[in-house]
């Protein structure tokens, strides 16, 4: 039996209030299972980001219940006390702009996190140089951002948001930035993590090549989230 991750039970955002009140997502249910990748397909303004904002703690929702890794986020109103602790601990985000860090080195930048959690910095330096070589940029560990290409900054980005061994990655049009073969060996790359660290991955792309490298599809229409067949 798969674990479940991600529980999202009727779960509702409306930005606003009265005449100008928008509802972004509309009582979704869904469940995301450990070590699946799931895309998130819409149009734009259907409410991708605002979805997986709330799953990230990042966006409170309005009604509704979220569970992650079995414990209680939301339920009509936050279950925890410290959002940012969750967010740290649990999640990994990666962004369609890399948002590296222009002052750190790429190990620094990849250590930051953990050693904000309290990770003593021989481990933490440890477990990056391990995520640097799995993703293929090991000999950049102390470059600055400013000097690694388009695709080379998404893998150190990818290493980042896997340094605090979260359970649950969030990416936000990954590869939008990336040219078709780089977009497609990154999307591999979390496909591959997902499958051997047990990582459930959601992915929102609007990119229908990479649709086959994903296990499950999720579709955004007005605030409705359905599953696609
Ligand atoms: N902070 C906000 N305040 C008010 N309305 C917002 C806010 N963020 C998003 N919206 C609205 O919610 C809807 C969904 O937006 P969003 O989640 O960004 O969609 P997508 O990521 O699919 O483009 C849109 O109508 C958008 O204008
Ligand atoms: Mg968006």
Redesign the pocket.
């Known amino acids: 039996m798969k674990k479940v991750v991600i529980s999202v039970e009727n779960l509702s955002k409306t930005?606003?209030e009265g005449e100008s009140a928008?509802t972004?997502i509309k009582e979704a249910t869904f469940e995301i299972y450990a070590g699946e990748t799931v895309a998130l397909l819409?149009?734009?303004?259907?409410?991708?980001?605002?979805?997986i904002t709330m799953i990230g703690c990042i966006t409170e929702p309005t009604t509704g219940k979220l569970t992650l890794d079995g414990e209680l986020m939301y339920d009509k109103q936050w279950k925890i006390n410290d959002t940012g602790r969750i967010r740290r601990e649990k999640i990994g985000f990666i962004f369609q702009a890399h948002n590296l860090i222009p002052f750190l080195n790429v190990l620094e930048n990849v250590t930051l996190v953990p050693q904000m959690n309290g990770v003593k910095s021989d481990e933490a330096n440890q477990t990056a140089k391990e995520l640097l070589e799995y993703l293929g940029v090991s000999d950049k560990l102390t470059k600055m951002p400013s000097q690694l290409s388009g695709g080379q900054s998404q893998r150190i980005a990818i290493a980042r948001s896997l340094a605090n061994k979260p359970k649950v990655i969030l990416a936000?049009e990954p590869t939008a930035a990336l040219d078709g073969e780089r977009a497609l060996s990154v999307m591999q790359l979390l496909r591959k993590l997902a499958h051997e660290q047990d990582v459930a991955i959601i992915v929102?792309t609007h990119d229908e090549r990479m649709l086959p490298l994903f296990d499950r599809i999720l579709r955004?229409e007005d605030?409705v989230v359905k599953e696609a067949i």
Not at 42 to 51: A, I, N, R
């Open positions: 930005y606003g928008v972004a819409g149009p734009s303004g259907s409410g991708k980001t605002t979805l936000d929102v955004v605030g």
